[in-house]
């Protein structure tokens, strides 16, 4: 561990995490915790009393009810619950909230009170924490904070990118049209769209604004619509650059993220299924895509217009940024290219998809 002065976990120690909620974001951390060579996991809590809170021990976890009363329903339930939430804290380092959008805005005080550092998902507010995070733009300055927000998956993705031109001189405004997946595959029997498409009302649509939490510079808009599927969102993006510059040139400047995977559509990469079942071949869990996936071959570029489209897996990218950013906040990595590489290597993220 490469343990600075402002690291509030002992050198050697494990960072000790605790996840809030073990649904879509939740499960997905908690997997990727258990693979990070500084990091154990302390537990999970939650609410629910099936087959969704059953796995939590059946995959060698600590189960923790969210209150006393979840917990004694757990318990009667059948379950093997350790304790409480309280209880999970008071044997953690840090939390990761990965509750339900707006209850998570309502354990801060509780985080705040026990002075344990504390991790948010894009459904909060960025004023819950006062810092938005993506790891390749800011993670310096989550070293040593009490609290950061990983971005929405949306989000992630557009900072990315646009942090890829921005470094490469190439950015000067970007214009995207967000397609947005309607609902996560477990829920798909019980909400979701079918047979229509549902504009959001308002333009911008909220991901452009939320990009500029993380970083104020960048000049985006962004416009969204709810398509009838649940694999993944899809972007296409108008970017003006600073000058005319090459196609070569505008992928070198990709390439230099290591969490941009450059995608082929004539090597049958043609559609979001396509990606999905790469991701399944490859043997990542619960076939997690945690780059965002772009199509070289599609991508143009004329004269300083450049225009090009790709791949949100909703359920897993921002994993890979929830890892980075216990490590900011804990202070054990100071900079970011050493934690990017650390994830990335026990992830699987590796510099090309295939
Ligand atoms: N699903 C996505 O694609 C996605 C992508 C990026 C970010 N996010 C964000 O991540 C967060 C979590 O979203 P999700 O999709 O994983 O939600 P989810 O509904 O799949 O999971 C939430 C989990 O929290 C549990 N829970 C509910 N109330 C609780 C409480 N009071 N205490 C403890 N546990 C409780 C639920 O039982 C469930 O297991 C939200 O902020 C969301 O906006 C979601």
């Not at 959008?101 to 550092?117: F, M, P, T």
């Not at 949306?154 to 000067?172: D, I, M």
């Amino acid at each position: 561990m490469t343990a600075g002065k402002e690291s509030t976990v002992a050198e050697g120690q494990k960072t000790r995490v605790a996840v809030n909620g073990y649904g879509v974001i939740g499960k997905r951390v908690a997997a990727a915790v258990m693979r990070q060579d500084d990091m154990s996991l302390s537990g999970v809590s939650d609410v629910v009393t099936d087959w969704r809170a059953r796995i939590v021990t059946r995959n060698g976890f600590a189960l923790f009810g969210a209150t006393g009363e979840h917990a004694e329903v757990m318990r009667v339930a059948g379950l093997d619950v350790a304790g409480t939430l309280g209880d999970l804290l008071a044997q953690a380092d840090v939390v990761v909230d990965c509750t339900p959008k707006h209850v998570a805005a309502k354990n801060v005080d509780e985080y705040r009170r026990r002075g344990l550092k504390f991790i948010l998902q894009g459904g909060e507010k960025h004023a819950a924490t006062g810092h938005s995070f993506v790891a390749e733009a800011n993670y310096a300055t989550a070293i040593g904070r009490d609290a950061t927000r990983v971005v929405s998956c949306n989000t992630t993705s557009v900072v990315r990118t646009l942090t890829a031109l921005k470094r490469a001189g190439l950015l000067r405004r970007a214009r995207g049209t967000l397609l947005r997946r309607a609902t996560d595959p477990w829920e798909s029997h019980d909400s979701g769209i079918m047979n229509t498409l549902v504009p959001e009302p308002d333009i911008p649509s909220h991901q452009g604004p939320d990009a500029q939490t993380v970083d104020p510079d960048l000049d985006v808009v962004t416009m969204a619509v709810k398509v009838p599927e649940t694999l993944a969102h899809l972007h296409y993006w108008t970017v003006q650059m600073t000058r005319q510059a090459s196609k070569e040139e505008v992928l070198a400047a990709f390439e230099t993220s290591s969490r941009i995977a450059l995608i082929r559509i004539d090597e049958g990469l043609v559609a979001l299924n396509s990606v999905k079942e790469l991701m399944a071949d490859r043997g990542r869990p619960h076939d997690n895509l945690y780059e965002v996936a772009l199509w070289a071959d599609m991508l143009r570029v004329q004269g300083d217009e450049l225009f090009y489209a790709y791949m949100v897996d909703n359920q897993a990218i921002v994993i890979p940024e929830t890892i980075d950013a216990i490590r900011a906040l804990t202070g054990t990595v100071q900079d970011a290219a050493t934690s990017i590489a650390r994830t990335n290597a026990a992830l699987g993220i590796e510099a090309a998809l295939v």
